[in-house]
């Protein structure tokens, strides 16, 4: 018994420390401290059940659409404490496609954070359904209208630029509209799924970043394959950032014909058929099968998505057109003056007595600020000395907008925490 609570008060322990250095926002320390500290019945009481209970939530909706004669089965998954941040926070939007096989939106949901934690938690999550019948399926979703295709798949198929569309024209202004987006973001799929991404992607590229996990080129007489060849990447908009997966499923009873159709794409990569602009990643994954080769597929694809990112919050690659922002500032009473700094001259590059904010009270700060995005940045009292605790964002990282349509965000920060040298 007693090594048993040893183990125990260990736990709680290491619990604390990783607590210490990752914690997002402190009514989700509050939480951890109930369950890992044991506070007092008093502390308890105080909570309501939505402080005491914080986790992401999925929201279930059928949308309309002009482009089929039913409507569209769609999951968001929304970050833990979104309602909390909505004065702060835009996110990206992760599409998963197959959302009716649950494992892969889950898995979009929580890869990221076992992949690189800042990045964990932190986007929105739409998992597209495909119907799942003998009438229309997923191959309806995905393939395109093609004759050699829908007889290789016993006529299913033909459906893949009305899903487009109604990715594009009707699920994308939904989600944008109903949600806090920055407008940028990432497709997830798999297999048919992930061939629709790149038929989407020579037609009307409708996404920034793809990842594309063992797709099939070959279908109808490499039509996919063709078709990726034939669009000027080097002419036309191009991905930013995209990534390509094989599990060598030539091994696989009659699907030989993926390894020749795949090579024609190899050999089109080769030749400098892909911009240097388009951070390209090509990978296959010999010792799985083309199912178990989705979650390392995965894990790689996402791990060099976020560094990607994090090459936007070192600078290196920013819009050249400006972006208006009033940032509206509640601090303590007494606070003293407050500035802004951040990743660009005009925000003084991270000089901690950056650029100082409008004292319109004793507890509200004002700035208004023309900047390149993406725009990572800290609110300070003119030294790196103390450190911002926040009531209704992430605290201990850098702040940062991506979007280009929204103006004004409203801060609220709870303490100003000494930081120990």
């Known amino acids: 018994m007693f090594a048993t609570v040893l183990k125990y008060m260990y736990f709680c322990t290491i619990i604390e420390k990783i607590l210490h250095n990752m914690r997002n926002f402190k009514k989700t320390i509050a939480v951890f401290s109930f369950f890992f500290c044991l506070p007092s019945p008093g502390i308890i009481h105080a909570q309501t059940a939505s402080e005491l209970y914080l986790s992401s939530k999925i929201e279930t909706f059928l949308l309309p659409s002009r482009y089929f004669p039913f409507d569209r089965k769609i999951d968001v998954i929304l970050p833990t404490g979104y309602d909390l941040l909505e004065e702060t926070q835009d996110f990206n939007v992760i599409y998963v496609f197959d959302g009716q096989t649950r494992e892969y939106p889950m898995m979009a ?23 799942s019948s003998s009438i229309y399926s997923r191959q309806d979703d995905f393939l395109p209208d093609d004759e050699a295709t829908k ?25 944008n509209s109903h949600y806090h987006t920055n407008g940028h973001n990432l497709a997830i799929g798999h297999s048919l799924g992930a061939s629709f991404l790149l038929h989407n992607l020579v037609t009307r590229n409708i996404f920034d970043h793809i990842i594309a996990i063992s797709p099939n080129f070959a279908y109808g007489n490499q039509y996919l394959a063709k078709e990726f060849i034939g669009y000027d990447f080097n ?19 009659g699907w030989s014909d993926w390894k020749p159709a795949r090579e024609i794409i190899d050999e089109f990569v080769a030749k400098g058929g892909i911009p240097k602009s388009t951070v390209y990643t090509r990978r296959s994954y010999l010792d799985y099968d083309h199912m178990s080769s989705f979650v390392p597929a995965l894990r790689d694809a996402l791990s060099r998505y976020y560094a990607y990112r994090d090459s936007l919050s070192a600078g290196q690659s920013q819009t050249k057109e400006t972006y208006h922002k009033h940032l509206e500032l509640i601090v303590p009473k007494g606070s003293g003056e407050v500035y802004i700094t951040g990743n660009q001259t005009c925000l003084k590059n991270w000089n901690p007595k950056g650029v100082k904010m409008k004292q319109v009270s004793d507890t509200l700060r004002v700035i208004d600020v023309d900047v390149q995005l993406p725009v990572y940045f800290k609110f300070t009292q003119g030294s790196w000395q103390t450190e911002a605790v926040y009531e209704n964002s992430y605290s201990y990282q850098n702040q940062f907008f991506e979007s280009k349509t929204r103006e004004s965000y409203c801060f609220k920060i709870d303490e100003w925490e000494k930081v120990n040298e």
Not at 151 to 175: K, M, Q, T, W
Request: aromatic share 14%; net charge positive.
């Open 109 to 131: 949901y929580a890869m990221p954070a076992f992949v690189n934690l800042k990045y964990g938690d932190k986007s929105i999550i739409v998992a597209v359904h495909s119907p």
């Open 235 to 253: 002419q036309k908009k191009a991905p930013k950032f995209l990534f390509i997966s094989d599990a060598g499923e030539e091994r696989i009873q």
């Open 151 to 175: 007889a290789r798949y016993h006529g299913h198929g033909g459906y893949a630029d009305a899903l487009g569309r109604f990715v594009s024209e009707e699920l994308f202004p939904y989600i």
